[in-house]
């Protein structure tokens, strides 16, 4: 396995308030990694950081060996790093098949658009059958011609994967897929993702939700206040003492159980 | 009166052209450009300039084309730096100093009087015929702007700027680059704009100021919001009923013997009514933007 993400030594701050002190992370080719942690413990911030949202004060991030961190954030995308959001916020004026189309960046010249030429044509018709294939499997068919901002907070959630699939990234970092998804789609969707891993992406989910991380994940990564805690398998968690700490407080330690003798 | 509809169809298609334009960059970029009449006016004045200099009427019109595409470039850049509203005042600010130097820089522009005496197109014609080729050629101009325009939009370059123009961040993460659209769909807006101006400018034989002057920018918001904005469709619809109410309004002098000087405020008025109108009953416009129909 090679490494394809590093971060190295990151640091973040937003004014005085220190977010990520440090941070240093690696992943591999084909892993599949939950990000954990309390809120505020800067997973999101992590995925900002490696998507170029969010400047670094110090520290490096490669990818496929080179450093993106000194790129613009849509030139980190176009390396092949595709990204969804906490709360995704969708256009009003496109229908969800239209967006789904949007996401494939390659190939937008004005005056290809202008000739409208036989291999522009040829290009249109792939991205509108990729588009399709992809609502048809994460079930989105039905609301396809809606707006997009119209469909629900779990159906915004699936149409956020189908955009980042419409280009076959090399690394798909997901902030929280489950939340507001109704629990008879999650194992929906834990499928789905198994599928996307299959197809030979690497995954980053961020996830509060320890059933679909013990289902999904390898390995996973606990934040606390910047930095990172624990680095081991899903099922190593509920025995390691800083895990505890940082999600119960260390009153757990000495609090005794109520019929304790 | 046949001369007279020829004159105010002419003025349609002249201000429906501007009106696309402006329309492409607010409506499907997203970017409030509150100096767009400045794309016009520099065309009208390349053009006039050109002409003057004696100059054949195709290289005028490129001359006026390459001067917008400039600004065009020019102001899209100062958006780097700038948030939409503060870009939106920064337009304003370009247009009235366009049109300043136009106002002082007499040994170019021929300051306050303008540059007049311009040999009109068709010239040779006899007179109805003479209008009606030139109006023959705004409506070629102005269908070629509109197809090339719905092929704008219905393209992987009209989506990208459907994305940018309401989730700048989506865009971002998939792959645009959101100061290249900008860019590139500012070209594209101020090319027709600056067409028609030229035009204009051989149309009415001159070119002075006041082709420049802020109210103009606000009657092509009026056409394109009236209309719909974000669609082309509306902004046609948009633009005849503007300039009808534009053009008819003189008529008012004589039907209620008002001054001359009145019935020039009273035409701002009756456009202002309208568009207050439309917001207020039908703030999407008469036409309003649709979902594309992908089938």
Same mark, same amino acid.
Not at chain 2, 208 to 227: H, K, N, R, Y
Not at chain 2, 262 to 282: E, H
């Given at each position: ?44 911030? =992590?995925?900002?950081? =490696? ?31 595709? #990204? ?8 009003? #004026? ?67 994967? &189908? ?22 789609? #999650? ?58 700490? &940082?999600?119960?407080? #260390? ?11 | ?34 100096? !767009?009449?400045? !794309? ?10 050109? @002409? $003057? ?26 958006? %780097? ?29 021929? *300051?306050? $009087?303008?540059?007049? *005496?311009? %040999? ?5 014609? /006899? ?29 992987? !370059? ?19 680059? /959101? ?54 469709? *509306? ?11 534009? @053009?008819?309004? /003189? !008529? ?7 001054? @001359? ?22 703030? %999407?416009?008469?036409? /309003?933007? %649709?979902?594309?129909?992908? @089938?």
């Amino acid at each position: 396995m090679t490494s394809l993400l590093e971060l190295d030594g990151i640091a973040i701050r937003y004014g005085g308030n220190t977010v990520l002190s440090g941070l240093t992370l690696s992943i591999d080719s084909g892993e599949i990694v939950g990000l954990l942690g309390p809120n505020g413990s800067g997973k999101s911030t =992590v995925l900002n950081a =490696v998507t170029g949202f969010t400047p670094l004060a110090s520290g490096s991030i490669r990818f496929d060996g080179r450093r993106i961190d000194p790129l613009a954030p849509h030139r980190i995308a176009q390396r092949g790093i595709r #990204r969804t959001f906490q709360l995704p916020s969708m256009p009003t #004026r496109m229908s969800v098949l239209e967006l789904t189309m949007a996401a494939s960046s390659e190939h937008h010249q004005l005056c290809a658009a202008l000739l409208r030429g036989r291999a522009t044509r040829r290009i249109e018709h792939a991205t509108h059958a990729r588009a399709s294939a992809l609502l048809e499997q994460l079930k989105l068919t039905a609301v396809a011609h809606l707006p997009a901002a119209s469909i629900s907070g779990g159906q915004k959630k699936l149409l956020s994967i &189908a955009c980042a699939m419409m280009t076959e990234p090399k690394l798909l970092l997901l902030d929280e897929p489950t939340a507001g998804v109704h629990p008879n789609l #999650r194992g929906e969707l834990i499928d789905e993702l198994r599928r996307i891993h299959g197809l030979g992406v690497t995954l980053v989910v961020i996830e509060h939700d320890m059933h679909f991380i013990r289902e999904l994940c390898e390995r996973c990564v606990v934040l606390d206040r910047g930095a990172a805690i624990a680095n081991c398998k899903p099922a190593e968690l509920d025995k390691n003492r800083r895990v505890l700490d &940082a999600y119960l407080g #260390r009153a757990h330690r000495t609090a005794r159980p109520l019929e304790a003798p | 009166m046949s001369s007279f509809l020829i004159h105010l169809l002419t003025l349609v298609c002249l201000y429906a052209m501007m009106a696309l334009g402006l329309n492409l960059q607010a409506g499907y970029a997203g970017m409030v450009n509150f100096g !767009f009449i400045a !794309f016009a006016g520099l065309g009208a004045y390349a053009a006039g300039i050109a @002409s $003057q200099l004696g100059w054949p009427l195709p290289a005028a019109l490129l001359l006026a084309l390459a001067a917008a595409a400039v600004l065009a470039v020019a102001t899209a850049r100062l958006g %780097r730096q700038l948030s939409s509203d503060y870009w939106g005042i920064a337009t304003l600010a370009i247009a009235e100093i366009l049109r300043t130097v136009a106002l002082n820089e007499s040994w170019l522009t021929g *300051g306050a $009087q303008g540059i007049g *005496g311009i %040999r009109p197109l068709f010239a040779d014609l /006899p007179s109805p015929w003479r209008d009606l080729a030139f109006l023959a050629l705004a409506a070629l101009c102005l269908a070629l702007v509109y197809g090339g325009y719905a092929r704008i939009i219905h393209s992987r !370059f009209g989506r990208a700027l459907k994305v940018m123009r309401e989730e700048t961040s989506l865009a971002v993460c998939f792959g645009y680059d /959101p100061v290249s659209l900008k860019m590139r769909a500012s070209v594209a807006a101020a090319l027709p704009a600056a067409l028609a101006g030229g035009l204009l400018t051989y149309y009415i034989s001159y070119v002075g100021p006041d082709v420049m002057v802020p109210s103009e920018t606000f009657a092509l918001w009026t056409i394109v919001m009236v209309g719909g904005l974000g669609s082309n469709l *509306g902004v046609l619809l948009g633009g005849l009923l503007v300039q009808s109410v534009y @053009s008819f309004a /003189p !008529f008012l002098k004589d039907w209620l013997g008002v001054s @001359s000087d009145l019935a020039g405020a009273v035409r701002l008025g009756l456009v202002g009514l309208m568009l207050l109108a439309c917001l207020l009953w039908r703030p %999407r416009g008469l036409l /309003p933007e %649709r979902l594309e129909a992908l @089938s």
